[in-house]
Structure formats: C-alpha cells, structure tokens
C-alpha cells in the first residue's frame, strides 16, 4: 500500500470515530452544552483535558525548538507542566464547588460587578480568539500536506468537522472526541520516538534512552548520547546543548509567565466543571498531568535524538546520497540546502543561516523548479558568507522523525493523524469557550437575563458558528508574522488578568470589586502595552527591568509575570482604600474553601 | 450538617498543604532547573548522562510534579475525611 493510501484509512478512520461519538452526544440544555451535565469520569476528563491542552504547536513543534535550543527549550517543559500543579492547588477545586458554567461567572458574582465580568468576558475571548487561529492554520497545513489540497480548502474541512461535535454536542461532543484524540496522540507520538530511541541508545523506553548511551558507533564506543550532542554541537560551532541561557532572570520570567499563564487559561480550567464533585477534580487534574507527562518526558528525548541524527546523517554527506527523507522534505520547501563550497556533500554549521529569510525556489516556466548540478533544487535568496549550507524548518524534527528512522508507512499516517488530532481538540476546547462567553456571559447574563434554556443553547450554537467562522477566515488569511507574536498574549493575558484575580477572589476576603477591576485593568495594560511596544513599534531590543549585568532585560514572552505581580499589588492596595465585599460575597468566599456543604458562615 | 465541620481548621490546614508543596514546586523548578543549576550541575551526581541541573530542568521537575499531584490528592482527601467532607456526591 501506499503512504496516500495509508493516510487516507488512518485519518478517516479517526474522523469516522469523532463524528460518530458527536452524533452519540448531541447536547440537549445548556448544562450538557456548557459542562456536559457535570457527569465526566476523573479519568476521562484527564485525557480529554490532555489532549484539549496539547496543541499542534506543541505536538509538532515543541521537540524542534528543544533540539535547536538544547538546554532554552525547559522553559515549555516546566512552564506548561508546572502550571498545572498552580490550576489544580489553586484554582479549580475552589472553582468547581462555586457550581457555575463559566469564568467570567466566578469573577462577576465574586466581585459583585458586571464590569468585572465584562473585563473577564473581553480577556476570554481575547485569549482564546489568539490561540485558535493558530490551530485551524495548523490543520490547514496538515491537509494540504497530505492530500495535495490547497490550505483553504484544508481549513474549511478542518472547520466543518469541528463544528459538526463541538457546535451539536458541546462540552458532552467535545470531552468524549478528546478522549480519542488523546490516545491517537500519544500513540502518534511515543512509538516513532521508542523505534528512535532503540536505535540510538538501545533502550526501549525513550524518557530513559535520553540519559542513556549512544551506541550507534559500536557498544565499546558508548559515550552518554548528551555528551555526544555536546561534542557534535561544539565541533560544528553552535552552542553547547546542556549549556545555559543569556539572562537567566529572562529565562526566569518566561518560565514564570507561562506556568501562571497556564493556570490562568479558561479553556483548560472549564474543563474541571465537567466532573462531580472537588474530589473528583483533584483526581481528574492529577490524572491530567500524569497523561500530559507522557508526552512531556518523551519530548526532550524526541529532540536530542532528532538532533544527533540530523547531524550524524546530513553533516559532510554527499548530497547524491543523502537519504530519502532529506530530498522528500526539500520537495516540500521545508530543506534547502546552497553548495557554497562546491564540494557535493552538505556541510551544516552554527555560524549562522545559510541564506537570508527563508528559501525561495528558482521555478522555469512550467513552475517546475530548477535543478543544480547535483540535482539539488536552486534557490533565489542571497547567500550568506558563513560556512552553513542547510536550511530546514524546526517543524519537520517531530514529522520526518518516523522517516528518519525508517519506520514504516503505517507510523508515518499515525504521526500526521496524531497532528490533527492535536490541532482539532485543541481548537474544538477554545471553541467552546468562545460560544460560551457569548452566549452564557454576555447575553444571559448581561444583555438579556430572561433568555430560557432553549433560546441559550440556539445562541450558543450561532456563537459556535460566527467563532469559528472568524478563526476560519484567520487560518486562511494569516496575520502572518502576527499570529507568532500573539502566543505571547495569550498567556501574557492570562497571567496578568485572570490568574492573580481568580486567586486573590479565592485566597483573600478582603479583595473587593473596586481592586480586583484596578489590578486587572492595571496588569493587562501593563502587559499589553509592552508587548505592543517591543513587538510592533520599537525596532530595537533593549527590553526592560534589566537587573543582570550583561542580562538583556525581560522579553515580551516574559512580561505577564511583571504583569501579575503588577495586578497584585494594585488590587491590594486598592481593597485597603475602599470598603470591604459586602457580607454575602464574604460567606460565598467562605462556602467555596470547602469541598462541602454551605460552609459555615452561610449556614442560615 | 455543618455544625460537625470546623471550616476555619479546614481552610487553615488546606492552607499549610498548599504552601508546603508550593514551596517544593518552587524548588525543584525555579531553584533546581534555573537558578541553582550551574551548581548542581557541577556539585551532584549525573542522572545517568545527563547533568543534575539540566536533567531536573527537562525531566526531573515534572516527575516531581505528578508526584505533588498525587500527594495532593492524598492529602487533601485525608483532611477531608478528618472534617467529615467526604460524603458521596453532595455538594
């Protein structure tokens, strides 16, 4: 059979199964629509909220920017696992006894005030409208990868399959296709990465082959496979893998900004609404982190091992006989490579980009591309002086890696159905939380309060659609260099807004509306307004809060940790000035701390 | 029914749980895979090939943090018990 053929079975099968339990949980009120009648198993709502959490960006992604970063790429591996240890010791046990749909919810009774729920509902939307374009880009992408499609026509398909579960069956639709997807995912995932790791290392399980020996030279010449990187890295001029970061007070603030961005993202923390009662979600996000751990332990691994054997493969090979992957992924536009020197053989080297921008095909006048002399395809772009004759995008180290290793087609069709599994759920997640912030926070509860069940649900579901038709739109038509920037909002926003509100509502009864909506819109216009500044007006890099010498100040992904400490103080002092929450919030803050009952207070 | 709880004793204990495996989550992040790293890539034993700082900083701190969880999960589920929290489904 064929790689086409291949997957074509794989990737309708998985279609098949997701519209299938669709169809299985169509939502009949609200409560199913919003939190799935609150009848999720801890263990399912764990996959499912794995799999909701992890993105294409992180599945296709991740393993890339930690091979060509080495030691950098921990601040993705800590910050988005230790986020959650904060979501679940802070956040969401407190938020599932508060018995309500949504974010805005808590924060709008919490602090009495529409306006804190409007500010909430705005940042929600913000959040989520950011992070699904990428996806539905992600999936387009996919598609017209596989089947030879244009993107639009890959992102409109991609659109109609999420709409069909997320929009019929709502959060019920959502938590059950999840539940697949992570288990194609981590399937997708893990097995390229265990046939890798028994080549390199001869140890079957790739979280330990990462410590491991390298043993491809012959058991006698075992060196650990870190200190052959080391020395494949230093021999060809990049920076040391295991080697540390230019300002670690940088590195520190990003760490930071993404662990608290975690905890502060609506997407995952609603998720927790759909399970029975607090323990049940002190289970259910336990279980989130071991089945995120999964993918997150294999990750390093996958990156060190994709490096070594970029490098031991394509470093002073002759182009002629350079493997198949290699030539398959330069059809694709994703490999160049220049013969700066004329030699025939491929010299990769970390003085720098062997051109300027990315590659630019020379194409006759059929649209064929020009070949050079060793049949490599011809590029337009200016050369740069340094010794370096390879281009490859980061992104094919997670894709080419089942190729790499020779694997055979059935994995290479896992691996891309894995991809769209990432991408979907994720997208299908934000969705939800999109429909919902328009349905349930601003019309129900702000624009027209006696809207019945019936008419809710009807207003969801447009929400649904209007939501995704805009993500749609943005997956066709890319901000381009915009949608890259706009991660950084995200969790920018989420650490400065949502995160230090949600704990201060929780943690502290003193916090009154007046501070809780001064440190929100003091922390998210801080935040904001750096990283407009330095993403898209100042044209220079010398950041701020530059408290290291030789340090390079604290970047815009770095600056919604600023933020939140901003957010904190403000709402604090602000509380102190103006008279404390009425008696009401207070007893409600009281009967939230406690996974039972009313609480002592309100016991009337 | 909530004449049996003392939900001032609950909140209080949660509290300690929470800021004692904070503080672990702080350490093992913050201190072991960032600002503590060069010295204990120096001073402690590899973890197999891999030096102490950098491993913690790619693998150890999230074992670490599935381990908090459970641990958490234990925890608070005892205290539960202790203030009579744990009956099945009421909310």
Redesign the interface.
């Given at each position: 059979m064929t790689q086409d053929t291949w997957n074509f079975i794989f990737i309708g099968i998985t279609f098949v199964v997701y519209i299938f339990i669709a169809i299985r949980s169509r939502a009949a009120s609200t409560q199913e629509f919003y939190v799935a009648g609150r009848g999720v198993s801890p263990l399912a709502n764990g996959m499912a909220t794995a799999a909701d959490w992890m993105s294409a960006a992180t599945f296709i992604s991740m393993a890339g920017l930690i091979a060509s970063t080495g030691y950098a790429g921990s601040r993705f591996l800590m910050g988005w696992t230790g986020g959650f240890v904060l979501l679940t010791v802070l956040i969401v046990p407190y938020l599932r006894k508060f018995k309500k749909f949504t974010v805005p919810d808590f924060l709008g009774d919490r602090f009495y005030s529409n306006a804190a729920r409007f500010v909430a509902v705005v940042c929600a939307i913000f959040i989520c409208l950011t992070y699904i374009m990428g996806q539905m880009r992600g999936v387009g992408l996919v598609f017209s990868r596989l089947f030879d499609i244009s993107i639009s026509l890959g992102v409109i398909i991609g659109s109609c399959i999420v709409f069909c579960y997320a929009a019929l069956g709502g959060m019920k639709g959502i938590t059950y296709t999840q539940v697949a997807q992570y288990c194609v995912m981590v399937f997708a995932y893990t097995i390229p990465a265990i046939f890798i790791s028994v080549m390199l290392t001869g140890n079957v399980i790739p979280q330990l082959g990462f410590i491991g020996d390298y043993i491809k030279d012959g058991a006698e010449n075992a060196v650990p496979l870190l200190e052959k990187l080391n020395g494949l890295n230093k021999e060809l001029g990049f920076a040391q893998y295991t080697g540390g970061v230019k300002d670690k007070w940088d590195f520190f603030c990003i760490t930071a900004a993404l662990m608290f961005g975690t905890a502060g993202l609506p997407h995952v923390i609603v998720r927790f609404f759909t399970v029975k009662d607090v323990k049940a979600v002190r289970q259910s996000a336990s279980w989130t982190l071991a089945f995120i751990a999964i993918i997150y332990l294999t990750a390093p691994a996958v990156g060190s091992f994709a490096r070594t054997n970029l490098i031991e493969e394509i470093h002073n090979q002759e182009y002629k006989s350079a493997p198949a992957w290699f030539t398959g992924w330069e059809n694709r536009d994703l490999i160049a490579w220049v013969d700066k020197n004329d030699d025939g053989k491929i010299q990769y080297f970390g003085d720098g980009a062997a051109f300027a921008g990315k590659p630019a095909f020379k194409l006759d006048s059929d649209g064929e591309s020009l070949r050079g002399s060793y049949n490599e395809r011809l590029l337009t772009n200016d050369i740069s002086p340094g010794r370096n004759e390879l281009f490859y995008e980061r992104d094919i180290l997670v894709m080419a890696n089942p190729e790499i290793a020779e694997l055979p087609e059935w994995v290479i069709a896992l691996v891309m159905a894995g991809c769209i599994a990432a991408a979907l759920s994720t997208a299908a997640g934000l969705l939800l939380v999109l429909s919902t912030s328009v349905s349930h926070d601003l019309l129900k509860c702000i624009v027209k309060p006696d809207l019945n069940d019936k008419q809710e649900l009807m207003w969801a579901r447009i929400a649904s659609f209007g939501a995704l038709v805009v993500a749609a739109y943005f997956g066709i038509n890319p901000p381009a260099e915009f949608v890259a920037k706009t991660v950084a909002f995200a969790f920018g926003l989420a650490c400065s807004s949502f995160f230090p509100t949600i704990v201060l509502g929780i943690f502290t009864k003193r916090i009154n509306k007046e501070g809780a909506i001064a440190g929100m819109i003091c922390g998210i216009g801080f935040t904001l307004g750096y990283i407009i500044y330095f993403q898209f007006y100042a044209n220079h890099q010398d950041y701020w809060f530059n408290f290291l010498e030789n340090g390079t100040g604290v970047s815009p992904e770095g600056i919604g940790f600023i933020g939140m400490l901003i957010n904190f103080m403000v709402a604090y002092f602000v509380s102190m000035l103006t008279p404390p929450p009425p008696q009401d919030v207070q007893d409600m803050v009281e009967s939230i701390r406690v996974p039972q009952g009313a609480g002592a207070a309100s016991d009337h | 029914?909530?004449?049996t709880?003392?939900?001032?004793t609950?909140?209080k204990q949660?509290l300690k749980?929470?800021a004692f495996?904070?503080m672990i989550?702080a350490f093992v992040?913050?201190g072991c895979?960032?600002?503590f790293?060069?010295y204990l890539?120096a001073e402690m034993p590899?973890?197999?090939?891999?030096?102490f700082g950098?491993?913690m900083?790619?693998?150890g701190?999230?074992?670490v943090?599935?381990l908090?969880?459970?641990v958490?999960?234990r925890l608070?589920?005892k205290l539960?018990r202790k203030?009579g929290?744990?009956?099945e489904?009421?909310?």
């Open positions: - | 029914m909530s004449d709880h003392d939900s001032k609950y909140w949660s749980i929470i495996l904070l989550w992040s913050f895979g960032i600002i790293r060069e890539d590899s973890v197999g090939g891999a030096p950098f491993w900083a790619q693998q701190s999230i074992i943090f599935v908090l969880l459970f958490y999960n608070m589920n539960d203030h929290y744990d009956q489904g009421s909310l």
